[in-house]
């Protein structure tokens, strides 16, 4: 367990509990299609956020430099 987790390891986690702890409980079809598209969402918002605080440290200096 990490004490303080980044967006990134926070919305990994949620997605990996999604696909390995409820989505093999689920029996309806559509539920499991839904679980699918939710851990895809969160898997990009993860991959979003990771970088972000560099676009963010490039937009700042870009700035900065006009």
Same mark, same amino acid.
């Given at each position: %367990?990490?004490?303080?987790?980044?967006? +990134?390891?926070?919305?990994? #986690?949620?997605? $990996?509990?999604?696909?390995?702890?409820?989505?093999?409980?689920? #029996?309806?079809?559509?539920?499991?299609? %839904?679980? #699918? %598209? %939710?851990?895809?969402?969160?898997?990009?918002?993860?991959? $979003?956020?990771? *970088? +972000?605080?560099?676009?963010? *440290?490039? +937009? #700042?200096?870009?700035?900065?430099?006009?």
């Amino acid at each position: %367990m990490l004490s303080q987790p980044t967006t +990134e390891q926070l919305l990994l #986690g949620i997605a $990996r509990d999604l696909e390995q702890a409820v989505l093999p409980d689920v #029996g309806s079809e559509p539920t499991k299609v %839904m679980i #699918g %598209m %939710m851990t895809q969402l969160l898997k990009s918002c993860a991959q $979003r956020a990771a *970088h +972000e605080a560099a676009w963010m *440290h490039e +937009e #700042g200096a870009a700035i900065a430099a006009a």
